[in-house]
């Protein structure tokens, strides 16, 4: 059974907005912490876009400070990425993962910004 699944993803212009959800079961939810990374085209590794600890604290990458925002909901184990002002180059397969309690990654949902 899949445990991380993500939603969200589609085709905008830059400039427009989209939102990632992750749901995730509440026995890998439960005091872990949520990311969200992003593996470009043509690209081998993937990057650190977002995370939000069990402890309350969050972090962003320098790219993306001031437009994207994460969001956990403990009531309904998901983890969403509100993503603002979007560039061509935040064109990515966007995956959800957990840590450090258990490692789990989602499979990932494409957005693409178009010019």
């Known amino acids: 059974q899949v445990q991380l699944v993500e939603s969200g993803g589609g085709l905008v212009q830059a400039g427009g907005s989209l939102r990632l959800s992750c749901a995730a079961s509440?026995?890998?939810?439960?005091?872990?912490?949520m990311g969200w990374y992003r593996q470009a085209p043509g690209k081998q590794q993937r990057e650190l876009v977002a995370a939000s600890t069990r402890f309350g604290s969050v972090n962003y990458a320098g790219s993306v400070k001031g437009r994207f925002t994460i969001s956990r909901d403990n009531t309904k184990n998901t983890v969403d990425l509100q993503m603002n002002s979007l560039k061509p180059e935040d064109t990515a397969v966007y995956y959800c993962m957990t840590y450090p309690r258990s490692y789990r990654w989602g499979k990932g949902t494409q957005v693409t910004v178009s010019s």
């Open positions: 509440g026995s890998i939810f439960s005091n872990n912490s």
